[in-house]
Nanobody
């Protein structure tokens, strides 16, 4: 059983930055891929970014590419999402998740454990 706890959300003005963190406990952190997803009010959950078990492979949704960076620190059992040039449309609850697999994947069904989420609100 893996427990994931997100932090770092908050209120920021458009154009600003935030760094989300997700601390994991239980399991072997370096043995699975990780991802960030988000869900805005009234919308479906959507993929944001993913990283492989070594951190060597990353993928991003087109909407965040070049603005967000996902990284992981296996020694700290933590995955990060550095968000820059934030836009009001980035407003959502952000969730981290751990995959069944070593590799990076954008597919939500491939993720086994999910955190409770952290709210990000971007004001215009």
């Amino acid at each position: 059983q893996v427990q994931l706890v997100e932090s770092g959300g908050g209120l920021v003005q458009a154009g600003g930055s935030l760094r989300l963190s997700c601390a994991a406990s239980g399991g072997t952190f370096s043995s699975y891929g990780l991802g960030w997803f988000r869900q805005a009010p009234g919308k479906e959950r959507e993929f944001v970014a993913t990283i492989s078990w070594t951190g060597g492979t990353t993928y991003y949704a087109d909407s965040v590419k070049s603005r967000f960076i996902i990284s992981r620190d296996n020694a700290k059992s933590t995955v990060y999402l550095q968000m820059s040039s934030l836009k009001p449309e980035d407003t959502a609850v952000y969730y981290c998740a751990s995959s069944y697999r070593l590799l990076a994947t954008s597919l939500a069904p491939k993720y086994r454990y999910w955190g409770q989420g952290t709210q990000v609100t971007v004001s215009s």
